[in-house]
């Protein structure tokens, strides 16, 4: 099946610093990303659509110079979350969508990146 | 409130038993999706279920849309402890159209 992978699973950095979180899938090729975050015991809110070779799509309310959105090849995307505040630990998730030529939606989720800022 | 809520929010069966979780939401979609998600792991799909169909069958669930009530519902036979995990439903409008996710349902299964 469809396999998604994250890293890191897990990081712990200090306030002011950036972290980069990387989205690839390892078994197809994805032309859409999309990355989610989720907060304890919530659901998961959609931050940004990213598609291979142009721009990602932010959601109303996700400042685009803070979560930085690259989408460099049909198998990786990456998430940098600049100058990290406390504010933004949280449960990262993303999920990449096969090309299907449209038939499903299906989307496969990686397992997620606990972020912990100090 | 956000497209697809589920209902209840939180559910406690003991093992064995059937456990239905509901979903409902506001606009038109293109697909319904169910996902499960144990603490602190990603999402594992379960199932799609597209506008056009009104119930699908996988293993030991069964989910039914009923589009005219913008409703669907999932239901698990026979439970397990390991189906313990929060489950989500989550709706599309179309082919890459984003999914809406709704605010989950805990189901506890007691062994």
């Known amino acids: 099946g469809a396999v998604v992978s994250q890293h890191p699973s897990r990081v712990i950095c200090k306030s002011g610093t950036s972290v980069k979180i990387e989205c690839r899938s390892l078994d197809f090729q994805a032309t859409t990303m999309f990355w989610y975050r989720q907060f304890p015991k919530k659901s998961l809110m959609l931050m940004a659509t990213?598609?291979?070779?142009?721009?990602?799509?932010?959601e109303q309310g996700v400042e685009k110079d803070k979560f930085l959105i690259n989408h460099a090849s049909l198998t990786l995307s990456t998430l940098t979350v600049t100058s990290a505040h406390p504010e933004d630990s949280s449960f990262y998730i993303c999920s990449a969508s096969p090309w299907v030529n449209g038939a499903s939606n299906e989307q496969f989720f990686g397992p997620g990146t606990r972020l912990t800022v100090l | 409130s956000q497209q697809g809520e589920e209902d209840p929010q939180a559910l406690s069966i003991q093992e064995g038993e059937n456990a239905t979780m509901n979903c409902s939401y506001k606009?038109?979609?293109?697909?319904l999706q169910w996902y499960r998600q144990n603490s602190g792991r990603g999402l594992v799909h379960l199932i799609l279920?597209?506008?056009?169909?009104r119930e699908k069958h996988s293993g030991r669930l069964r989910v039914t849309l009923d589009t005219s009530k913008k409703s669907s519902s999932l239901l698990i036979t026979a439970s397990r402890a390991a189906d313990t995990a929060s489950y989500f439903c989550?709706?599309?409008?179309?082919?890459?159209?984003?999914?809406?996710f709704g605010k989950g349902i805990t189901l506890s299964v007691r062994p």
């Open positions: 279920i597209r506008s056009n169909e």
């Open positions: 989550a709706t599309d409008a179309g082919a890459n159209s984003k999914l809406t």
């Open positions: 990213s598609n291979e070779g142009s721009k990602a799509t932010y």
């Open positions: 606009t038109s979609i293109n697909n």
